[in-house]
């Protein structure tokens, strides 16, 4: 774990209101957005994989730890960020890929999955066991999710150890948070966690790390995951409304810890900075990444129609369509509606499933034959107002060159923006 990781959540328990964004996105242009950011803040950056997306096997993007540490780490590098400056986090490790095998099976699955991203290089670990298995008693109470983190934290720190003779990780615990992604079903308002179960989810890890001899690895836990009241569907935001969460606020001030927000995609400004003020120290964001990359690049190909001739365009739009409609895994379920309603949140859905279909050959030729086209055809400036108009500004002023790819990282980088906004208090928000 980097120092400035440390340093910042040091500083934000003394009181002086700084945060830090968490991005949790495999895209290989939102990795490329958030580590150029980084290096025009004078930042670190703090960069995620979730258990489901990453592992041993691969996971869904096909990636292991270890891969996806070398896709960002290379990045980085092409962006000028140095590695001291990069800190790789693992999202929601614990036995959730391999539930609907008996308990033991699942969690030896998840100390190997522990293992891995440890001995990758990854320093922020959220252990997340609160998902039950095939022989579990229901519900699981947190002194059986306690003691299977703890677990967990075992294994990683003997991984670390092992690679470098001593451990500095960083431990994320709990979990009652917003389903990763955004929600199923149409929301309306959400409850935050009850100060009383956030911190009696609190005490159940630390006796349980102390049973297993953790007592080391407890002294470096860093957040505490907790719904501050804040999610998603595919067409609402649930806003975060600070009185509601006062109460649950204030339970964690005095400890030597912050808490993580998960779910935070498409909050205001006011709200990001909000949270962050209200010791949510860690706000992590992935569909709001993707979603603006899709905004970036719909906007290219809408531009592409009016400079390319009709039979040369890449038909964006038109393609990631199709191949959705081919291979409805990654959407059905979560879009309602008649047909007119689901091909609109195919496309727009704050959900934003689009985000799974980028990697597909097809995809990814339509997005390779898009920059072409316009690098080819440069856009006019008045069509770059017509569709990117804060990025037209940026152009005009020149701090932002006209190419389609610059154009689509600076858009991503507008979400970055406004977190950067939220964790850099403004003076008034660090006196007493």
């Not at 677990?151 to 990763?180: H, K, N, Q």
């Not at 007119?340 to 990697?359: E, F, K, T």
């Not at 990117?388 to 152009?395: I, K, S, T």
Request: aromatic share 6%; proline share 6%.
């Amino acid at each position: 774990m980097t120092d400035a990781f440390g340093d910042l959540l040091l500083r934000h328990r003394e009181g002086q209101g700084v945060g830090i964004t968490s991005v949790c996105s495999a895209h290989p242009l939102v990795i490329q957005a958030a580590c150029e950011h980084a290096v025009a803040e004078d930042a670190v950056v703090l960069i995620e994989a979730t258990s489901n997306q990453v592992d041993q096997f691969g996971g869904y993007t096909g990636m292991r730890p270890v891969d996806f540490r070398d896709l960002v780490l290379g990045i980085a590098e092409k962006a000028g960020l140095s590695r001291a400056r990069v800190i790789l986090g693992g999202d929601h490790l614990g036995p959730n890929v391999w539930r609907s095998l008996p308990a033991d099976q699942a969690m030896s699955h998840a100390e190997d999955l522990v293992r891995a991203y440890v001995e990758a290089g990854f320093t922020k670990i959220h252990l997340d066991c609160s998902m039950a298995c095939a022989d579990d008693r229901l519900p699981l109470t947190d002194e059986v999710v306690a003691r299977r983190a703890a677990r967990l934290a075992r294994a990683a720190e003997e991984a670390a150890r092992s690679v470098v003779g001593v451990s500095t990780l960083r431990y994320v615990v709990g979990t009652e948070v917003p389903v990763p992604g955004g929600a199923h079903e149409e929301i309306t308002a959400l409850t935050p966690t009850s100060p009383a179960a956030a911190l009696a989810t609190l005490e159940a890890h630390r006796v349980a790390f102390a049973d297993a001899g953790a007592e080391e690895a407890w002294s470096r836990i860093a957040a505490l995951v907790v719904q501050p009241g804040v999610e998603f569907d595919a067409l609402r935001v649930v806003d975060y409304e600070r009185a509601r969460a006062r109460e649950l606020s204030r339970a964690i001030e005095g400890r030597p810890l912050v808490f993580e927000a998960h779910s935070t995609d498409y909050q205001t400004t006011a709200n990001l900075a909000a949270l962050v003020e209200d010791h949510w120290a860690i706000l992590k964001v992935g569909p709001g990444l993707t979603f603006a990359l899709r905004e970036a690049l719909f906007a290219l190909a809408a531009i592409e129609t009016q400079i390319v001739p009709a039979g040369e365009c890449s038909r964006l739009p038109e393609v990631v369509d199709d191949v959705m409609v081919r291979r409805p895994e990654w959407w059905a379920g979560y879009y309602e509606g008649d047909d007119a309603a689901q091909r609109v949140a195919r496309r727009y859905s704050y959900s934003d499933r689009l985000r799974y279909y980028w990697p597909d050959p097809q995809v990814e030729a339509a997005v390779e034959r898009l920059m072409g086209n316009l690098r080819a055809f440069p856009p006019p400036l008045p069509l770059i107002s017509a569709h990117l108009p804060a990025q037209y500004a940026r152009v005009r002023d020149g701090s932002l060159a006209p190419d389609p790819t610059s154009l689509a990282l600076d858009h991503v980088r507008d979400v970055l923006r406004a977190y950067s906004t939220a964790c850099t208090p403004e003076p008034s928000r660090s006196q007493p």
